[in-house]
């Protein structure tokens, strides 16, 4: 049997960067149909992928939930293909409706999980969006506490006003805020101080081989030192090899992100 035939139970158990599927589902031209079709049938999933301590026996800290989209067969839809065509559109806001939903769900179900998913800014205003997220907290008000939300310097800073009103109505209720890419867009180190962000993520650019890279060493060091200042916790994103995740340990991150802890999966 191959990997194109298994069932829907046994494909949950595959890594979500299995090459196959996404080679099937990459000769696929008309991706952006494909996403309206698998949004329209309710294909969509989260994969799970961990984030880890540094101790010295790694522990999850939380997930970071991935929305994976699957074809009328079952084949995931690379969101490299997409996430650029749509994410400024209606349908980059209805992904975003449906990550949610999904991610309130799984915290509902699974009372020790804390997840982060990622959120456009432009979702922040979004009504439905808004009625998702007030709704799964005023009917579960402790999945506030489990729940935190990514975001890009780039969406950051795009509406900054927007997301700083945002966040300070949801640190009452317990969200947590990350900043994704953190060194690598357009956030100024003196703005900072105007958003709730708990925790920022290393830029992958900065992570990867830093071991053997003088450069990303001190920044990678700098941008860590300037976290903890804001008394924000930083995590390392893209670690792939023992001897990253050695140094960045050496330097003081707080966790550690990258296929060296496991790829996404459906299950966590």
């Known amino acids: 049997m191959t990997k194109a035939t298994l069932s829907s139970t046994e494909m949950s158990d595959l890594p979500v960067a299995d090459p196959l599927l996404y080679a099937l589902a990459s000769r696929d031209s008309d991706v952006v149909a494909l996403v309206r079709d698998a949004l329209a049938a309710d294909r969509a999933s989260l994969a799970f992928h961990p984030i880890v301590t540094t101790d010295p026996v790694p522990q999850i800290a939380f997930h970071e939930g991935l929305i994976r989209l699957h074809d009328d067969a079952g084949r995931i839809i690379p969101a490299a293909h997409f996430m650029g065509l749509v994410e400024d ?3 980059g806001r209805e992904i975003d409706c449906v990550s949610l939903t999904h991610a309130l769900r799984h915290l509902r179900r699974n009372p020790t999980l804390r997840l982060s998913i990622n959120l456009s800014a432009r979702s922040v205003a979004d009504g439905e969006w808004r009625r998702i997220l007030d709704g799964g907290l005023r009917d579960h008000a402790s999945l506030g506490d489990r729940l935190i939300f990514e975001i890009s310097e780039t969406s950051a800073m795009m509406l900054p006003d927007v997301m700083i009103r945002f966040m300070a109505e949801m640190q009452p209720k317990g969200v947590a805020f990350a900043l994704d ?3 690598a867009g357009m956030t100024a180190f003196r703005h900072l101080k105007d958003f709730f962000f708990d925790l920022v993520k290393i830029d992958k650019g ?3 081989g830093i071991d053997q890279n003088p450069d990303n060493q001190v920044l990678a060091e700098a941008l860590i030192t300037v976290a903890h200042h804001f008394e924000m916790f ?10 990253e995740a050695a140094f960045l340990r050496s330097i003081g991150v707080d966790c550690l ?6 790829v996404p999966r459906f299950t966590f």
Request: net charge negative.
């Open 234 to 243: 930083a995590i390392a994103d893209g670690v792939e090899t023992e001897e």
């Open 206 to 208: 900065f992570v990867r």
């Open 89 to 91: 559109t209606a349908m």
């Open 181 to 183: 890419g953190f060194g």
């Open 257 to 262: 992100q990258g296929y060296l802890y496991g």
